[in-house]
């Protein structure tokens, strides 16, 4: 038996799953991993950032998301700032 890197429930090791007990938690660790080499496009993408003036850290801050992360919800952004959710 193995337990699953991605949902953690044991499953019968066979040749084809070592570490995931379906190709769907397989699809799912591949696609929440967080990668760890950058595209040629997106590092063209990061060395423009440092020709740009931002008004505030988080507008950086999204801009990094955007390129590195797109899948990740951005940054909730008003004009400059970020939007603090009221609790009223
Ligand atoms: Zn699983």
Redesign the pocket.
């Known amino acids: 038996m193995g337990t ?6 044991l ?1 019968p090791k066979t040749r084809s799953t070592r570490k ?3 190709p ?2 397989k699809t799912n660790a591949c696609l929440t991993r967080k990668p760890s080499r950058i595209r040629a496009a997106d590092v063209q993408a990061l060395y423009a950032l440092l020709d740009r003036e931002f008004t505030s850290a988080e507008v950086l801050q999204e801009r990094l998301r955007a390129i590195l992360a797109p899948a990740t919800p951005p940054l909730p952004l008003e004009g400059d700032r970020v939007i603090i959710p009221r609790l009223d």
């Open positions: 699953c890197s991605y949902c953690g429930t499953f995931y007990c379906t769907r938690c």
